[in-house]
């Protein structure tokens, strides 16, 4: 028999999954900052690495820049630039007060990363030779939480279907999980920043989602502009 649909059971799945990868981010932080990761952590990094040469990463001769360019996807500049044009978009088709949910899903995302990073104040890992100058506290991965949550937002905000919403998300979490590897390969991050980077950036689209319900717009949409009927003149 056909079960309804029923949202709020929905609602309560995607809050408590928010706040298990919210726990796990928690549980990784508390690894990583006390310091019992260190051990194997240094080998995966040195692993991506040329035994004779750790200057160079594994791999045919430009992988280095491939990497760099993919991390580049995942920049503050490059996301920021990519949320005004979505949020552009939903204002010019209608959308205005989904435009402002997206705005300050992604302005607050930005401001939590840049505040765990002063909290934690990891230093980035010196155990390998770094691919690319890259400055700031190591823990979480911004790279990794805010390409989650930027692209999964806006596959969320954007898409004109569930199916195309599901597939769109699946992409934008694919192409999170290569930007995570590229800080690893460059040597910027140590593998628990990019886990705890990308359960955050997991819980924010979780909870994205969530307020935007299963239409992709639902407490965030505009309601509908109902006119009333002329009444009915007696025959």
Request: hydrophobic share 50%; charged share 10%.
């Amino acid at each position: 028999m056909h079960q309804p649909h029923n949202p709020g059971r929905r609602g309560g799945g995607l809050a408590l999954s928010a706040a298990g990868l919210l726990l796990v981010s928690f549980l990784i932080g508390w690894l990583a900052l006390g310091g019992a990761s260190v051990t194997w952590e240094a080998g995966i990094l040195r692993a991506l690495r040329q035994p004779d040469n750790p200057a160079l990463g594994v791999g045919p001769s430009g992988t280095a820049v491939g990497f760099w360019l993919v991390s580049f996807l995942g920049s503050y500049a490059w996301l920021s630039a990519m949320a005004a044009a979505g949020c552009a978009f939903l204002a010019a088709t209608g959308r205005r007060r989904l435009a402002l949910v997206v705005l300050c899903a992604v302005a607050s995302a930005i401001l939590a990363a840049l505040a765990l990073k002063v909290l934690a104040g990891r230093p980035r890992p010196e155990v390998v030779p770094h691919l690319g100058g890259f400055t700031g506290a190591s823990f979480p991965s911004s790279h990794a939480m805010l390409s989650i949550a930027v692209y999964g937002t806006l596959a969320v905000a954007l898409a004109a279907s569930r199916t195309s919403r599901w597939l769109a998300c699946l992409a934008a979490i694919a192409l999170a999980a290569v930007i995570g590897f590229s800080r690893l390969y460059l040597g910027v991050h140590w593998p628990t920043d990019v886990l705890a980077g990308w359960c955050l950036g997991g819980a924010w689209l979780l909870g994205f989602t969530w307020f935007c319900g299963p239409s992709g717009a639902g407490r965030a949409s505009t309601p509908p502009r109902r006119d009333h009927a002329p009444p009915q003149q007696p025959g």
